[in-house]
Nanobody, 117 residues
Framework: QVQLVESGGGLVQPGGSLRLSCVFS????????MGWYRQAPGKQRDLVAS???????NYTDAVKGRFTISRDNAKNTVYLQMNSLNPEDAAVYYC???????????WGQGSQVTVSS
């Protein structure tokens, strides 16, 4: 069982930045990949960014060049740096990890990101 705890959401003005953090339990070597989804009101949950164990990354087109996913293996933490935020980025952001051996998905509790002037 992997547990994930998110932090870092909040209110930011258009053009501003936020960094989300997600601390997960267990060993990084038990993880197949990790990343972030977001869900706006009335919409489905969509993948924002992901990172494989080997370090390769993937971003949805809407955030390329503005968001960066990274991780700190020593701290069992994955980050999402979000720059040049716009109102369309407002959503609840969920971190996830996919277990290496079972391919089971585990989710964080969600972090609200609000972009408004």
């Amino acid at each position: 069982q992997v547990q994930l705890v998110e932090s870092g959401g909040g209110l930011v003005q258009p053009g501003g930045s936020l960094r989300l953090s997600c601390v997960f339990s267990g060993s990084i070597f038990c993880i197949y990949n990790m990343g972030w989804y977001r869900q706006a009101p009335g919409k489905q949950r969509d993948l924002v960014a992901s990172m494989a164990l080997g370090g390769s990354t993937n971003y949805t087109d809407a955030v390329k060049g503005r968001f960066t996913i990274s991780r700190d293996n020593a701290k069992n933490t994955v980050y999402l740096q979000m720059n040049s935020l716009n109102p369309e980025d407002a959503a609840v952001y969920y971190c996830y990890v996919k277990a290496r051996w079972t391919r089971a998905d585990y989710w964080g509790q969600g972090s609200q990101v609000t972009v408004s002037s």
